[in-house]
């Protein structure tokens, strides 16, 4: 620790690192909600209002996960950013906390991209955005530091945040600026034709309502209790029927009723759920984790 400054182990600095970290996912969950609103889906994003329906469940658990990651990550940084100021420059200089904490963030999301190997995209994304979360709680756990406690005042101007952010994506949406997305409005005509889903897997559907799928993978098989398998080992072919519901008032309620000996999906109530656009729409089955589930896609 440089010498003269006051130590960042402290009640008042914990507690304003947890508080930011809370602020900052409640903020990122609630703008999260706006931009799923015109994100292509198969089925109706919550919106914003998600946020509000998980406060409750970040209260009673995000808070004590908030001081754990106040304790583990967030004063661990200032500490890191505070020796190497005062090593490098002989004094406690702010942006040495975004410094530290780009390169900490860095560390975590080349390791989990090392491991997991995901698309681009999403690491980019959780790099910039775990990167400004750590280096906001740290600033704030840095300024309590200094200055003594700031609990309330984060609190209260996260408070605010949220106000503006819902405010700001409301005047979006209302003024036409951002749109948000609805399947497109198709018929039994536009739905026959071959559809695949890029990995060898092809299904049929002939204009007299038969059906025939080729080599489409099982996922609820793939997923299934037991040694993870090979990717697309879990294929399935047959021959059955198919028809198109129009639902009764909105395009979300269309689907693709398919049924398919040998082949477990299509049937059932929700049957293929219609997404893309006019010009490429796009049939999807839901399966894994009911409560997060993955999409099988099939396009043409």
Not at 151 to 174: D, E, K, N, P, Q
Not at 225 to 233: A, I
Not at 271 to 285: K, M, Q, Y
Request: charged letters at 15%.
């Amino acid at each position: 620790m440089t010498a003269g400054l006051p130590e960042v182990w402290t009640g008042p600095s914990i507690l304003a690192g947890a508080g930011a970290l809370f602020v900052g996912v409640v903020l990122g969950v609630e703008a999260n909600g706006f931009v799923e609103l015109a994100d292509q889906a198969p089925v109706p994003s919550d919106g914003p209002g998600a946020a509000l329906l998980l406060l409750p469940f970040l209260t009673c658990f995000g808070v004590p996960f908030a001081l754990l990651a106040s304790l583990l990550g967030v004063l661990p940084t200032v500490s890191t950013a505070r020796w190497a100021s005062g090593r490098l420059t002989g004094r406690d200089v702010w942006w040495w906390v975004p410094a530290v904490a780009v390169v900490l963030v860095g560390a975590g999301v080349a390791a989990f991209g090392i491991t997991r190997r995901p698309e681009p995209g999403p690491l980019v994304l959780g790099w910039l955005s775990g990167t400004a979360l750590l280096t906001g709680a740290a600033l704030l756990a840095r300024d309590a530091a200094l200055h003594g406690g700031r609990l309330r005042r984060i609190l209260g101007y996260g408070a605010l945040s949220t106000v503006a952010v819902f405010g700001i994506g409301a005047a979006l949406y209302a003024t036409g600026l951002v749109t948000e997305y609805r399947p497109p409005k198709v018929d039994a005509a536009e739905l026959a034709g071959t559809w695949t889903d890029g990995r060898g897997g092809t299904l049929t559907l002939a204009a007299d309502g038969t059906a025939r799928a080729e080599a489409l993978t099982d996922h609820d098989a793939d997923t299934g209790v037991g040694p993870v398998p090979e990717p697309g080992k879990h294929r399935c072919t047959g021959e059955g029927t198919w028809s198109y519901d129009p639902g009764d008032s909105t395009t979300w309620q269309q689907s693709v009723q398919l049924f398919i000996k040998g082949c477990p999906f299509g049937g059932g109530i929700e049957g293929l759920r219609i997404s893309g656009t006019a010009e490429r729409p796009e049939l999807n089955w839901e399966y894994g984790d009911i409560d997060s589930p993955d999409w099988y896609t099939l396009t043409r």
